[in-house]
């Protein structure tokens, strides 16, 4: 079945750019998480949805950082005027909070393949 | 907030061998994961544990959850190339709904 998709899959931009990552949810997954990864700070949790709502976005690094969910189900993160420092692979992850998915465990969060961003 | 540890960093390794992956985390958590990422790769899911005392197997990988020690084990038996990879572990907070993440564990298995 269609996993987590994310797009593009790699992104070079000039600093200064504003860039949007988008986020296609397995079908029917109610929650949705952004992450990043990068050499020095490892994978950093950025902000989960729940739904259309963002209970928890207190992993965004800086104001340039917001998200937002429609539908309930594709997220778009955007960078605004970004800086070196956010290149990175940025990764989505949905889960089903409430409903046992089919080979997976309650809560379990599958992650897309990434997009990665290299800000010159 | 939630600190997590994994030893060793780098592991490297015969095939044969077996070898433990050790997490420890500094709060309480109500479950815990672990990930596996190839170079290049996102992550893949290997285990959920939900509860103390947990113990999952897959293969040759076999992972275990102590919530009172806030510890997690991933252990490898008679280890083969196709296990190198990075493994990471991600207990989730009580209080919520994300993951943190360890710094991973880099495992190269040598024929």
């Known amino acids: 079945g269609a996993g987590v998709s994310q797009s593009p899959s790699n992104k070079v931009t000039e600093k200064g750019k504003d860039v949007e990552l988008r986020c296609d949810p397995i079908?029917?997954?109610?929650?949705l998480y952004w992450y990043r990864q990068s050499l020095g700070q490892g994978l950093e949790f950025l902000i989960y949805?729940?739904?259309?709502?963002?209970?928890?976005k207190s992993g965004l690094p800086s104001d340039r950082f917001s998200a937002e969910r429609t539908g309930g189900s594709v997220s778009t993160l955007t960078i605004q005027r970004t800086q070196q420092e956010d290149s990175a692979v940025y990764l989505c992850?949905?889960?089903?909070?409430?409903?046992?998915?089919?080979?997976?465990?309650?809560?379990?969060?599958?992650f897309g393949p990434g997009t990665r961003l290299t800000v010159l | 907030e939630l600190k997590v540890e994994q030893n060793p960093l780098f592991l490297s390794m015969q095939e044969g061998k077996n070898y433990t992956i050790y997490c420890n985390y500094s709060?309480?958590?109500?479950?815990l994961y672990w990930y596996r990422q190839d170079p290049g790769k996102s992550l893949e899911s290997l285990f959920v544990?939900?509860?103390?005392?947990a113990v999952k197997q897959e293969g040759r990988l076999m992972a275990s959850l102590d919530t009172k020690a806030r510890l997690s084990t991933l252990h490898i038996t008679a280890a083969v190339h196709d296990l190198s990879a990075t493994y990471f572990c991600?207990?989730?907070?009580?209080?919520?709904?994300?993951?943190?993440f360890g710094e991973g564990t880099q495992l190269t298995v040598n024929p």
């Open positions: 709060t309480t958590s109500d479950r």
């Open positions: 949805f729940q739904g259309n709502s963002a209970p928890d």
């Open positions: 991600a207990p989730r907070e009580t209080s919520g709904s994300r993951l943190t």
């Open positions: 992850a949905s889960s089903s909070p409430s409903l046992r998915t089919s080979g997976g465990a309650y809560n379990e969060q599958f």
């Open positions: 544990l939900l509860s103390n005392g």
């Open positions: 079908s029917g997954h109610t929650a």
